[in-house]
């Protein structure tokens, strides 16, 4: 009985993680193109406390957004210091604004829920990555968030390598925490 409730609670958990990282990526996409940047913050503090309440295993959590912190200040400097990609009204080139942290945050805190299924298959996370990745700038381009100053095929290339190295990392670090999870 303990059992199916636990099953029961991981799969709400999964499903409100899923939609709630789609909420948060339209909320800064869009907040970014009209230079908003708490939407993005509001909805990811909402999901994670949403997260949190229902699995109480902030530890793992707060492991895996500041693997997304990491990754962000990393990653971001890969497309923006040639400037394959410039965010609308963000002048630095080498910081990504406020909205993509969360983005990122976001993003990483989901391997332990509606991503987890990328967790233990590189192949997999790594294609998931790179096409994703890809799709999602395109998208925020669309909705003008940002531009691609040096041309789409540029930022696509850097792009998609980008993801596809940054999406297997987030799944390892997050099969990291799942050993923790069965160890505690």
Not at 42 to 51: D, E, N, S
Not at 115 to 144: D, N, T, Y
Request: charged share 10%.
């Amino acid at each position: 009985m303990a059992q199916a409730q636990a099953m029961n609670r991981h799969t709400v958990v999964v499903i409100i993680n899923f939609f709630a990282f789609q909420l948060l990526w339209v909320a800064a996409v869009l907040g970014g193109s009209q230079g908003a940047v708490v939407p993005a913050w509001g909805v990811l503090a909402t999901m994670l406390v949403a997260q949190i309440a229902l699995t109480r295993q902030w530890k793992q959590d707060i492991f895996l957004i500041t693997a997304g912190g990491l990754m962000c200040a990393l990653m971001e400097p890969l497309w923006l210091l040639p400037e394959a990609l410039q965010y609308k009204s963000w002048q630095q080139h080498w910081w990504a604004p406020p909205w993509v942290w969360a983005l990122w945050m976001g993003f990483a805190a989901s391997f332990r829920y509606s991503l987890s299924w990328l967790c233990g298959r590189p192949v997999f996370a790594a294609l998931f990555g790179g096409l994703g990745g890809v799709f999602s700038v395109m998208m925020g381009i669309r909705l003008g968030a940002a531009t691609a100053p040096q041309g789409w095929l540029l930022l696509a290339i850097i792009y998609g390598i980008s993801w596809a190295i940054a999406v297997p990392l987030l799944a390892k670090i997050a099969s990291m925490t799942k050993r923790e999870d069965q160890h505690a």
